[in-house]
T-cell receptor, first 115, second 116 residues
Framework: AQKITQTQPGMFVQEKEAVTLDCTYD???????LFWYKQPSSGEMIFLIY??????QNATEGRYSLNFQKARKSANLVISASQLGDSAMYFC????????????FGTGTQLKVEL | DVKVTQSSRYLVKRTGEKVFLECVQD?????MFWYRQDPGLGLRLIYF???????EKGDIPEGYSVSREKKERFSLILESASTNQTSMYLC???????????????FGPGTRLTVT
């Protein structure tokens, strides 16, 4: 069975600095996808970025980039130039091709951006 | 914009009550999901449905049932609510695709259920 591990329950970062949120995954499948979602205090889940297992380049979306290291089974999220509005819970998730579109989520990292 | 709506943002029920949580999506998605979110545990899949009247158990189906009579609507039912079902419940939908990159799920705003 697949598993996602996020080892940082909480993180602090100063405004305008970069921060890396860790995510490791475990699967024996060769074809899978990795997602990051943001959940502000209001509760909605916001899709941030996606990386496919066969993608050779790291995914980027604006200030978000995904540092994908396949051999290490890690998919860390990097947020550059942090803003106060980045304060939220961040979830890493994995999907398997043929897995019925089911996502497996990590336990999340609470990020707080400080002045 | 894809829109997933849930019937209530906050709900308070008594132990033993039958509880219905409704989810509606407007993008004609085949797949719909119910998750529960608890601190330190992340999101856990309760049930999902890949077509009308079709359902599959997720990781924690005990104490829950679901209904999908129409494509756009997916209901989560707590037959006899218990205090350990106090949680945040999130509904999501996604299209069917063989391209993993299209598997993004779209979430509703969540229902915070308290069972007293």
């Amino acid at each position: 069975a697949q598993k996602i591990t996020q080892t940082q329950p909480g993180m602090f970062v100063q405004e305008k600095e970069a921060v890396t949120l860790d995510c490791t995954y475990d699967t024996s499948d060769q074809s899978y996808g990795l997602f990051w979602y943001k959940q502000p205090s209001s509760g909605e889940m916001i899709f941030l970025i996606y990386q496919g297992s066969y993608d050779e380049q790291n995914a980027t979306e604006g200030r978000y980039s995904l540092n994908f290291q396949k051999a290490r089974k890690s998919a860390n999220l990097v947020i550059s130039a942090s803003q106060l509005g980045d304060s939220a819970m961040y979830f890493c998730a994995m999907i398997l091709t043929g897995g019925g579109n089911k996502l497996t989520f990590g336990t999340g990292t609470q990020l707080k951006v400080e002045l | 914009d894809v829109k997933v709506t849930q019937s209530s943002r906050y709900l308070v029920k008594r132990t033993g009550e039958k509880v219905f949580l409704e989810c509606v999506q407007d993008m004609d998605h085949e797949n719909m999901f119910w998750y529960r979110q608890d601190p330190g545990l992340g999101l856990r899949l309760i049930y999902f449905s890949y077509d009308v009247k079709m359902k599959e158990k997720g990781d924690i189906p005990e104490g829950y049932s679901v209904s999908r009579e129409k494509k756009e609507r997916f209901s989560l039912i707590l037959e006899s609510a218990s205090t350990n079902q106090t949680s945040m419940y999130l509904c999501a939908s996604s299209p069917v695709s063989h391209d993993v990159g299209s598997y993004e799920q779209y979430f509703g705003p969540g229902t915070r259920l308290t069972v007293t």
